[in-house]
């Protein structure tokens, strides 16, 4: 696998992605509502900013393709973008209360076995083949999520649930290749906060009045979101998404790592057993993209020397 620019680009998205609970922890005595009510809010106007401000020409480019595609499309388009936005909007709710009022563990894991995952549903959802190595590598999986289920349940519980929604929105997105991604994002994020207003009055708390809570939002919405997001789409612009879904697995690791090291949660050995065996899922998972076979010549391929 050589590196590149959009290799780079990948490993930086999934790198900073890592240290999200540098920005989330802090704000811990917050309500996850209210993170979450924010984190649209600002994701949502910030983002069609950048649209009307430099993707004026994609955003037109993008209404008139919209507009030639039969009215069957159209509603699939609009289907798959609007859905995209709830499943995005669940799983961040379900992350930020993991992560502030479960564990980093449980948060780690969730991302862990996300992919896995994601296989599953679209082997179900999409009819996409498995080979025998990856179902050998869903099995580890589920094999390693039922030990760390002994005396975590709780953990394991909210891991699946994260994992879920994230794995629902990306297999519900494979298909929706009508719009371009970024605007794809944009609008998900203003279906979202309209769907949250009317609900902001009633279940968020007092408005924050502390500068620490801005600033720690300044910084996930910048730094944490926006910036991974347009490496994301511009590594996706160089290299296949099967490269690209390797890179995701840097950011539950360095949540892992920050967990035992950072935040001095308890680990015990079971628990390291069994990550250990996702990891090992994860290499069995992605042998043919980390093991590539050589291809053999057949006899009547081998050149002859004259």
């Known amino acids: ?15 900073v992605w890592g240290f999200f609970s540098f920005a989330l922890k802090p ?12 984190r649209v809010f600002f994701s949502a106007i910030t983002m069609v900013l950048i649209n009307v401000v430099f993707r004026r020409n994609v955003m037109r480019k993008n209404w008139n393709h919209f507009k030639t595609i039969p009215p069957k499309q159209q509603k699939s388009v609009v289907m798959l973008t609007l859905g995209g936005g709830i499943f995005l909007s669940s799983n961040w709710f379900v992350y930020i209360y993991v992560m502030n009022h479960v564990s980093v563990n449980a948060a780690s894991l969730a991302y862990l076995i996300c992919p896995i995952v994601t296989t599953v549903f679209a082997f179900f959802m999409l009819k996409e083949t498995l080979s025998k190595w990856q179902w050998i590598a869903v099995l580890i999986s589920v094999f390693s999520c039922v030990l760390l289920s ?8 909210y891991s699946l649930i994260t994992a879920a929604t994230y794995a629902l929105y990306l297999v519900s997105q494979r298909k929706n290749n009508d719009l371009d991604k ?7 994020l203003i279906f979202t906060a309209l769907v ?3 609900f902001y009055p009633k279940y968020s708390g007092t408005i924050p009045v502390e500068p620490l809570f801005y600033g720690y939002m300044f910084l996930i919405v910048f730094f944490f979101t926006i910036i991974p997001l347009f490496l994301n789409l511009y590594a996706l612009k160089g290299i296949n998404s099967s490269a690209v879904g390797i890179m995701i697995y840097i950011n539950p690791i360095i949540n892992f790592l920050l967990a035992i090291f950072y935040y001095n949660e ?11 065996l996702i990891l090992v899922s994860i290499v069995v998972f992605n042998e ?19």
């Not at 002994?150 to 519980?157: A, C, G, P, R």
């Open 1 to 15: 696998m050589r590196l590149n620019k959009y290799y780079s680009a990948a490993f930086l998205a999934f790198f």
């Open 27 to 38: 704000l811990h005595n917050y309500p996850s509502l209210d993170i979450l009510f924010y």
């Open 150 to 157: 002994f005396n975590h349940f709780q953990d394991i519980f």
């Open 182 to 188: 970024f605007l794809s994002l944009t609008i998900q």
């Open 196 to 198: 949250l207003l009317p």
């Open 266 to 276: 308890q680990v015990s050995s079971l628990q390291l057993f069994s990550y250990l």
């Open 288 to 306: 043919k993209l980390l093991f590539p076979r050589k291809l053999k010549l057949v006899p009547s391929e081998i050149p002859v020397l004259k």
